[in-house]
């Protein structure tokens, strides 16, 4: 896959997530995906997301910055959402708070099989 | 610039920091340099890299993973060191450490004028 291919195909990830459209998301997830070094799986992953949605009934992922170099993708994400309670140990209880995300993406054949985040929580406590 | 070039240029830009090589930073470093949105220019942003290893003499920045698409570099920086004291608000007093920083570099005339940097302070947090 070329650079603006897998930029293609990772869009089409964020609108599945966006969409909340987890029947889809093993198209755009591998079976083995690891986040930050630990194999969690699609299954794994989808309860992840499914658990971010249920803290934080308004999220909603915007790509600010994105570069694609295959087979990696590396996205600045931003964020503008209000956590009902706790978010990353943070007891935001309803406030609206805004962080990004930065995030390496390694594919293989065409799904995600690696994912390196860093949220910016120092921001989120810094609103707190 | 090309990526490959804009690659080479980004790691002689660390090869610089871990060299505290000061006088050579303005080669890499545009005078208007922003970081994380904030105007803080070439003096600033080398009085913020200065303090870092004041406050952590053993700091060496290692690339783990590295994308180019000119004008923009994005870099996941790794780093295992000891702070003396406090370190992004934590006080890691003297222990050893394991983290990352996910950053962004957009460059112009081949030099760094937006930094957007995330910093994992929540694995500097869980080591404490």
Not at 45 to 73: C, G, R
Request: charged share 15%; glycine share 6%; aromatic share 12%.
């Amino acid at each position: 896959m070329n650079p603006a291919d897998l930029a293609t195909r990772y869009r089409a990830y964020i609108a599945c997530l966006n969409q909340q459209d987890w029947p889809s998301l093993g198209q755009f997830v591998d079976d083995q995906v690891h986040y930050n070094g630990q194999l969690i799986g699609l299954a794994g992953y989808q309860a992840m997301l499914e658990q971010n949605f249920a803290d934080i009934p308004d999220l909603a992922f915007t790509v600010e910055q994105l570069l694609s170099e295959p087979p990696w993708v590396a996205s600045r994400l931003t964020f503008v959402c209000t956590p009902i309670k706790l978010f990353m140990g943070l007891a935001v209880n309803g406030r609206t708070v805004t962080f990004s995300e930065n995030v390496f993406y390694g594919f293989r054949d065409g799904r995600i099989e690696q994912v390196w985040s860093v949220i910016d929580t120092a921001a989120i406590q810094a609103q707190l």
